[in-house]
């Protein structure tokens, strides 16, 4: 970590909060963005961020070592998350975002269908255009929240398996066997987008031809 | 799995969470969140005995328990200090208070034989709405007092914002064409992930238990307290000593008679 980081969480720990308010702004954004990645949703991820940094704050004694402050924070925000996703889980909750993104789904993913395969000229790139990031970001929301996880804290975070297993709580052993189940999965639906994909073009340009 | 679907998946998860918006609108707000959580979190947490004493007493001065709660207006108030902005001369504290709070108040060197002001501290209480955005300050003198056994006690005086609740006590009496209220409030710190019992949520309910979080284990406190208004500044005398109301009357006369002679 920079030194000037670590002369901030330094000052944090002695209670300035100013320290505190230049890390939250340092930090801030990244780690909304692994929670939304983690929820799926802005009002939990909002909700998250807080209490990750009213944590971050009120615990601060307890983070010996100044160096490992930004695993430390992903450390409690990683676990908050997971609180938040389990209590909704238990209610059976679904938060508003998702209900509008429910009922948008099924008119978007059609019409985004169609777009994509009158655009699609030839089948490599229906399969590249498939492994778009936004493509990719659905298939890793489908995934169980153990999985997207792991992938987010290895991937975007570049946590090797035992900070991630520090980090989540786990064993390493469990970190790695989550990590290649969930490229398996990922890498099978990519497949599957793929082949699919490559089928409907192959039926679109037959239909082209036989119009043309 | 081979390196180019490895690095192609790490740039299009950058790609797809770079792309989660967080605007600088959103970033503030939340941080005004964190401030008012860590506050109002605070104000429960016993991290000392003085320390909490010191707070709850300039919370306890404005909000005696939780004011009414709605849009725009306050539902409580914070005001914490760090040990070196307190001062340790009597004169200064209240110098430093007149200026404050625009007019001289009534800061006595004791509060009865052998109970002695320690040192002191001018600063300003914040208040809050329910969704922890900052309404507004108010400042405030705070005045702590030992006895030869160290127990503390702390003399608040401070020009409350409009709207909030009133102290509201129990025993009466009137002294100088004041009256003077008191009572008696039952504390109880729980650590965060605690919950209260059944019993505990009744009294609590009954407006007879307050229940802060944050502690590190579960404990019960007394907190006894005077209040009375001099014009426009509202004083209050308190301490977690399991003092009696009686006694603590005594002493707000002395507050009261300070300066008269």
């Known amino acids: 970590m920079e030194e000037e980081k670590i002369i901030f969480v330094r000052r944090m720990i002695e209670g300035d909060e100013k320290a505190f308010d ?146 989540m709580g786990i064993f390493e052993g469990t970190v790695k066997s989550r990590l290649s189940r969930a490229r398996t999965l990922l890498h099978q639906q990519m497949e599957r987008d793929a082949n699919g994909s490559i089928r409907k073009n192959r039926q679109n340009n037959r239909v082209k031809g036989a119009v043309s | 799995m081979n390196s180019s679907w490895e690095d192609k998946i790490k740039t299009q998860l950058a790609e797809e969470i770079h792309a989660v918006d967080f605007s600088k609108e959103t970033q503030d707000r939340i941080l005004n969140r964190v401030h008012g959580q860590i506050r109002k979190r605070r104000i429960g947490m016993k991290m000392n005995r003085k320390y909490t004493g010191v707070i709850l007493a300039a919370a306890l001065v404005v909000i005696g328990g939780i004011t009414a709660i709605g849009a ?60 922890y955005q900052k309404l507004g300050s108010f400042p405030k003198a705070m005045a702590f007092y030992k006895d030869g056994n160290g127990k503390s006690y702390t003399l608040t005086i401070s020009k409350p914002l409009e709207g909030i609740q009133e102290y509201a006590g129990i025993v009466t009496q009137t002294y100088q064409g004041m009256e003077l209220s008191g009572k008696v409030d039952q504390y109880l710190f729980l ?20 229940i802060s979080y944050g502690s590190d284990e579960a404990e019960h406190e007394t907190f006894t307290s005077v209040s009375w208004n001099e014009g426009s500044f509202v004083y209050l005398l308190s301490t977690f000593e399991n003092a009696e109301v009686s006694e603590m009357m005594e002493w707000a006369k002395t507050v009261i008679d300070s300066g008269n002679e």
């Open chain 1, 22 to 167: 230049e890390l939250y702004h340092a930090y801030s954004k990244k780690l909304y963005r692994m929670a939304y990645f983690i929820t799926g949703n802005h009002s939990d991820s909002e909700d998250i961020l807080q209490e990750t940094f009213v944590k971050c704050y009120l615990h601060r004694k307890e983070l010996k070592n100044l160096g490992r402050f930004e695993s430390w924070i992903c450390q409690i925000l990683v676990r908050t998350a997971w609180k938040t996703e389990k209590k909704k889980k238990r209610a059976g909750e679904i938060s508003y975002e998702e209900i509008l993104e429910q009922e948008e789904d099924s008119g978007s993913r059609m019409a985004r269908q169609m777009r994509e395969d009158l655009s699609a000229v030839n089948p490599l790139d229906a399969c590249l255009q498939k492994e778009s990031f936004t493509e990719l970001g659905e298939m890793v929301k489908q995934l169980d929240i153990k999985y997207r996880t792991v992938i987010l804290l290895y991937y975007y975070n570049d946590y090797g398996t035992k900070e991630i297993a520090r980090i």
């Open chain 2, 72 to 131: 725009g207006k306050i539902a409580f108030t914070s005001g914490g200090h760090a040990v070196d902005e307190e001062v340790e001369n009597l004169a200064e504290l209240s110098e430093m208070a007149k200026e404050k709070l625009g007019g001289s108040v009534r800061i006595p060197e004791n509060l009865a034989e052998g109970i002695t002001f320690s040192s002191g501290v001018v600063n300003d209480t914040d208040a809050w709405d329910e969704e």
């Open chain 2, 191 to 210: 650590p965060p992930d605690q919950k209260p019992s059944e019993e505990e949520r009744q009294l609590e309910a009954e407006g007879k238990l307050f």
